[in-house]
């Protein structure tokens, strides 16, 4: 047999399902995953827009489409979610995507080469980051604080790296939940365009927002065209019916449509149309104001939780929305060596924060927790586990440093 592609070389496939593998066990509590909760599917509303689809449309919707999307969904997005965010653009400006995956891939072959640097956040999403080493770059973590990217490491690491992409979260960041703060937001689009760098902003959790105000995107103070916006419906209606946008300048949009044709030359037309409707009939709103209070309700419960079991040594962010929350034990413990003993021994699963950056080393004692898919009663009894593993490690370190 040849040889694999050297591309392939540092990509090992995701480390996260290969600790999974480990679980299957319903006794196990789950903090793992990154999934929507179940019950957050439309499914009858999506039965019932899918039925009456078909009904007028539907020759129409199981032919082949156009590469740039399904007109009424391109409309709908220009008219129904961009301008919600003080966006305005025409259909040469948006690209339909099957899920934000695809938009971070075909930013990608639109601008790198092999050897190119990309600037990501650290940590970041690890699925971007698995694209980006497919596509054999030179990818530079950026440090983070609350409030999201540092702007003067950003400033430091762009004059240094020449980078010709920034990938960036800005809104619950995946895996922190963190939110880059509105100055902030100025300044990388400031940044953007003086070192004339690409954003992709990746903002599929803007609309789990359970408590705080909105902020405008990076987006909205870009004057150049150099960011580029990637939105998704995986959070909000479904993952399942993998359909996102990316928005953003005439000539990187058409770039990106061209290398689309190669990678599935459309996006499915039903769930783009199934995505329209929910938007022209005025449906989306009123379906996430029914999710947000059950999200809202296990964020806290987490959160409460672990103001009350887990060791003061450990630290924690604390989101206004998304999926994940952040934490960091002393130095000295990591967390990869603690997932076995939490799985095996304890029954509770949680994300070694490692595998979300570019070396591991950097964040051996980080880890993730997602909240989404338990019940209130599980995620308070799974973080009083999780607070015992935890101090009994601490424990265990002191020990063995006197
Ligand atoms: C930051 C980020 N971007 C993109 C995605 C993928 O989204 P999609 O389902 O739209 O491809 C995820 C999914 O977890 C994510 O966390």
Redesign the pocket.
């Known amino acids: 047999m040849p040889a694999f592609a050297k591309r392939l070389d540092k990509v090992t496939g995701s480390a996260i399902r290969a600790l999974f593998s480990l679980l299957g066990d319903p006794k196990i509590i789950s903090f793992g995953g990154?999934n929507p909760a179940k019950e957050s599917f439309p499914v009858d509303l999506v039965q019932k827009y899918t039925d009456e689809l078909y009904k007028q449309d539907g020759a129409a919707i199981l032919q082949y489409g156009a590469t740039e999307g399904y007109k009424p969904y391109i409309k709908a997005c220009l008219d129904a979610l961009l301008k919600n965010k003080g966006l305005s653009g025409t259909s040469a400006n948006l690209l339909a995507?099957t899920?934000?995956?695809?938009g971070?891939d075909l930013i990608c072959r639109t601008f790198l080469d092999p050897g190119d640097t990309i600037l990501v956040e650290a940590p970041t999403?690890l699925?971007?980051l698995q694209t980006f080493n497919l596509y054999q770059t030179n990818i530079i973590p950026v440090a983070m604080d609350n409030d999201g990217l540092i702007m003067s490491e950003l400033e430091e690491a762009i004059i240094k790296h020449r980078p010709k992409l920034l990938y960036c979260?800005p809104t619950f960041?995946?895996p922190t939940g963190r939110t880059l703060t509105l100055e902030r937001r100025k300044t990388v689009a400031e940044l953007a365009a003086k070192y004339d760098v690409v954003v992709i902003e990746?903002d599929?959790?803007c609309e789990l927002r359970y408590s705080g105000t909105p902020l405008p995107t990076i987006k909205s103070f870009d004057t150049t065209g150099n960011v580029v916006l990637?939105n998704?419906?995986?959070k909000t209606l479904s993952?399942g019916m993998?359909v996102?946008y990316a928005f953003g300048r005439e000539d990187i949009i058409r770039k990106m449509t061209i290398c689309k044709q190669s990678a599935d030359t459309h996006t499915s037309n039903i769930t783009q149309a199934i995505a329209a409707e929910f938007l022209t009939n005025n449906a989306l709103a009123p379906h996430l104001e029914s999710v947000i209070p059950m999200y809202s309700k296990k964020l806290n419960a987490m959160l409460n939780a672990m103001d009350k079991y887990f060791p003061t040594e450990c630290t924690y962010t604390k989101p206004e929305g998304g999926l994940f929350v952040w934490g960091e034990l002393p130095y000295g413990i990591r967390t990869l060596d603690l997932f076995k003993t939490a799985v095996e021994e304890y029954k509770v699963a949680f994300i070694p924060g490692e595998h979300f950056y570019p070396s591991p080393e950097l964040g051996y004692n980080t880890f993730r927790l997602n909240f989404s898919s338990e019940s209130i009663e599980r995620i308070e009894n799974g973080i009083m586990l999780l607070g015992e593993l935890f101090k009994e490690a601490i424990n265990k370190k002191t020990i063995d440093n006197k």
């Open positions: 990154g995507l899920g934000s995956m695809q971070i999403f699925g971007a979260i960041q995946n990746d599929p959790y990637l998704s419906f995986s993952p993998r996102g």
